[in-house]
């Protein structure tokens, strides 16, 4: 097998919870009293567009939030966002002690609005472990479409056979993994460490 150089997380279900997945809505609509038949029908309508990088979270929550009255504030609901944003600190510490080791250039490769992506790059404390963070609101597509992980690659300059992928949802493992990239379904911290020390041939330090 060919020497792995480049090594690309997942962010939401990986290093960290999800930002703004079904889970997280459905918490919403409990706290805030919201329809959800409603709300879940204009969320699907523009979700790809937030999450591509077409529109901010503002229009994002115009159409799916604040298009009628509401008895609770923006800044409430977006606040209520941020703080479904929680870290898997094992996880991330895997992260850190790869990118200690040397010949590894560590990316995350995911799906996220710019806002939150944002947020949750600092609220995990990852900025000084990854080198760059190919998002879909930069990419402009999503996975698990194919051309989400060409242009991933062709930004980091890795050819498949020397890359691995690390995602929690098996549609986006098999989409990475029919253009020759090596993938690791994450299923906990510890199933992680043991396959990369597997497919990398390392021990990793802890953190």
Known sequence: MTEIRHIFFDIGGVLGSNGWDHEQRERAIKKFAINPEDFEWRHKEVVAEWEEGRITMDEYLDI????????????????????QSVPDEATISIARALSRQPGYTLM???NEALELNTYRIEKFGISQIFEAFLSSCFLGVRKPI?????RGLGIAHAEPASSVFIDDRPQNILSASTLGINVVQFKSAAQLRSDLERLLNLEIPGA
Do not use: P
């Open 64 to 83: 799916s939030v604040f298009h009628t009255k509401r008895d609770f504030t923006r800044n409430a609901f977006i606040e209520f966002m941020y703080s």
């Open 108 to 110: 995350t490769l995911n």
């Open 146 to 150: 194919r051309r989400f992980y060409s």
